[in-house]
């Protein structure tokens, strides 16, 4: 079988150290991005043709390679039905992006600095898409480790060099706060190679998984590593504060893979990870997991209401919505975890479309600042109807990619807690409020001053919102797909897993 995932990593990586070491190449640089970005489509589409997509729990296209046996590391890729479907996202979104930013980055400086300007941010995405799809193919932990840390650089240099005024501050806080947990959980992979079978595949997956014959004690520390670094990634309350900041001064296209896909790594990591190879210290931590996520879903969407910020406002809407993913992953059924990784794919388009829609319109009226909008559905209905719809799938509006997973969510939830359930429907009710005040203040009511004359969606721009919206009504009237890809991994983890967290404290009690 031909090595579909390495080809998928090796080819943007190529094309990204090709715009850095070959000047000449810089000059074509934008079509030359975008035709790679078009052949990693095209040949993920191919790979997906040789994925059993009906035995989607099950680890395909592996290749497993000798890497450092000394240390029990082993280049081992393979994706199940999750693992397909985030590398099938950041491939759709990093050609989208490329288009989107297809006018940035024109600094008013010589003809060659602008090229270098140009190809450097193209180079990072393309880096970044490699980096990410080795993430999520990756079956070997320490393997795993290295490409987790190593997506930091990219995103670093994007924000730091192409993002707002005060972007040098925010790249560094997004990269301290990242390599915090990145060092917590090195301690984790190292403890794991002591502790765990060893061997020249010490690190694989599928050898760790229930092979772990550790103290009570040891698995819990084990698991609390890991999840310190994915709940920063992901972001969850209380380490989410990097994300606003991040976000606010970072270009649109960056936040687009930022939010779109980079922090699903910390979700991801939490289902490939932290279930299989410590199932007892997650269904240990899950009570406090699960009021975590209940605290990001209203305290994101409360956040998000008051924000003046535009871009703050979607980072603050993500947090509410990674709360939701990380309820469905810990609350322990398999309808709230199948409709956790839906979300998963879900959020990654609509939240896409939505920074993408706020970068058109605040690159038009110079602010992001929303008090300085008014009126603007009269003159650019395009974008206010691109926004809206946005909007309206970030908030589950039925017949849109946010609504299936989030019911999904919902209903496996009140399965498990009433109580959980509940506080989840309010941050639905709050979610209406950070959309449509917002929309409201930009979009309707009297055109402000100096408005009255800007242009709404180009050709290009359009474009861009083509395949987004088409994604976002595909999941939300289709997304058998999807479900269907990722319903037996969900189905694996939730074997032997505790029915219902009040059942489970009521025969504790019983025992008592």
């Known amino acids: 079988m031909a090595p579909w995932l390495t080809v998928l990593i090796v080819v943007p990586l190529a094309a990204a ?23 990693e489509v095209a040949l993920a589409v191919v790979m997906t043709t040789a994925f059993d997509l009906g035995a989607g729990g099950e680890v395909q296209l592996i290749e497993t390679h000798a890497w450092i046996p000394q240390i029990g590391a082993s280049y081992a890729v393979g994706v199940n039905g999750l693992g397909l479907a985030m590398v099938l996202l950041i491939v759709f979104l990093v050609p989208v992006v490329l288009l989107a930013a297809w006018r940035e980055h024109e600094v008013p400086a010589e003809g060659e600095q602008v090229e270098r300007r140009q190809a450097g941010f193209i180079a990072l995405v393309l880096a970044l898409e490699a980096l990410v799809v080795g993430v999520f193919a990756a079956r070997d ?10 997506v930091l650089v990219p995103v670093y240099f994007l924000v730091g060099s192409y993002g707002g005024p005060r972007r040098r501050p925010a790249a560094l806080k997004f990269l301290l706060y990242s390599l915090v947990g990145g060092f917590i959980m090195l301690v984790g ?15 694989l997956i599928e050898n760790l998984a229930g092979a772990l014959e550790v103290p009570v004690w040891a698995e819990r520390l084990l698991f609390v590593s890991f999840f310190i670094a994915f709940a920063i990634k992901a972001p969850l309350w209380p380490v989410h504060t990097w994300l606003p900041d991040t976000a606010e001064q970072a270009p649109p296209g960056a936040s687009v893979l930022l939010v779109g896909v980079l922090d699903k790594i910390g979700t991801f990591g939490m289902i490939a990870l932290c279930l299989p190879l410590f199932p007892n210290a997650a269904e240990w931590a899950a009570p406090l997991v699960i009021a975590l996520a209940l605290v990001s879903i209203i305290y994101g969407g409360l956040l998000a209401v008051g924000q003046r910020d535009l871009m703050r406002l979607i980072a603050f809407t993500s947090v509410s919505h990674f709360g939701f993913i990380v309820l469905g992953i810990f609350v322990r059924d398999q309808v709230a975890l199948t409709g956790a990784m839906v979300y998963m794919v879900a959020h990654g388009v609509a939240t896409a479309a939505m920074f ?30 691109t926004f809206l719809v946005s909007g309206l799938a970030l908030i589950s509006l039925p017949g849109l990619s946010g609504f299936i997973p989030e019911y999904l969510v919902i209903v496996g939830t009140f399965r498990v807690s009433v109580v959980a359930g509940a506080v989840a429907v309010l941050g639905v009710i709050i979610a209406a409020v950070y959309l449509l005040l ?18 709404d969606l180009g050709v290009r ?12 009504l595909v999941l939300g009237i289709y997304p058998a797909p999807v479900v269907d890809v990722v319903t037996p991994v969900a ?3 939730a074997l032997a897993q505790p029915a219902s967290i009040d059942s489970a404290a009521g025969d504790e009690g019983s025992t008592q």
Do not use: C, N
Request: glycine share 10%; hydrophobic share 55%.
């Open 356 to 385: 993408l829609a706020a970068g058109f319109l605040t690159h038009r009226g110079g602010t992001q600042e929303i008090p300085a909008y008014g009126g603007l559905q009269k003159v650019a209905p395009v974008l206010a109807g």
């Open 17 to 39: 150290a090709l715009l850095w070491l070959v000047p000449p190449l810089r000059r074509v640089a934008r079509p030359f991005g975008m035709a790679v970005a078009l052949v």
């Open 438 to 455: 917002p929309y409201q203040r930009i979009f309707t009511g009297p055109t402000r001053d100096g408005l009255a004359e800007l242009p």
């Open 189 to 203: 992979v190292v403890s794991l190679y002591v502790l765990g079978p060893g061997g020249e595949q010490a690190f």
């Open 461 to 472: 721009e359009r474009w861009v919102m083509v395949p987004l919206v088409a994604a976002m």
């Open 141 to 150: 932990v320490f393997l795993f480790y290295v490409l987790f840390e190593a």
């Open 491 to 493: 189905e694996d983890l």
